[in-house]
């Protein structure tokens, strides 16, 4: 599977982004996709992931951002609300076949895009 991911751009705090992770090459099909991002200088974190229908998501975009995913157009959006300067950051999307307890980890996640730039200008 191979992932691209776009959307990204420069926004004011307060604004709004949607990313979108396509599968240029094969399906999403049996893959979980997670969003991770990666600021400068620190290391690629969990943003959020749906698995088995439910969205799991880390504490600091949990209520602002959404994921979703779209299996007709074979793409999984992340709605990105109330953007903050601290979410500054290259978005990456993964696909793997994480176990639950290890869906935050992005070793868990065998395919990823390119990543997608954010910045969020206070």
């Known amino acids: 599977v191979q992932l691209q991911a776009f959307g990204g751009g420069l926004v004011q705090a307060g604004g709004s982004l949607r990313l979108s992770c396509a599968a240029s090459e094969g399906t999403f099909s049996g893959y979980t996709v997670g969003w991770f991002r990666q600021a400068p200088g620190k290391e690629r974190e969990f943003v959020g992931v749906?698995?088995?229908?439910?969205?799991y998501y880390d504490d600091s975009v949990k209520g602002r951002f959404t994921i979703s995913r779209d299996n007709t157009k074979n793409t999984v959006n992340l709605q990105m609300n109330s953007l903050k300067p601290e979410d500054t950051a290259v978005y990456y999307c993964?696909?793997?076949?994480?176990?639950?307890?290890?869906?935050?980890?992005?070793?868990?996640?065998?395919?990823w895009g390119q990543g997608t730039e954010v910045t969020v200008s206070s």
């Open positions: 993964g696909a793997g076949r994480p176990i639950l307890s290890s869906m935050r980890a992005p070793t868990s996640y065998t395919y």
């Open positions: 749906v698995k088995n229908g439910r969205a």
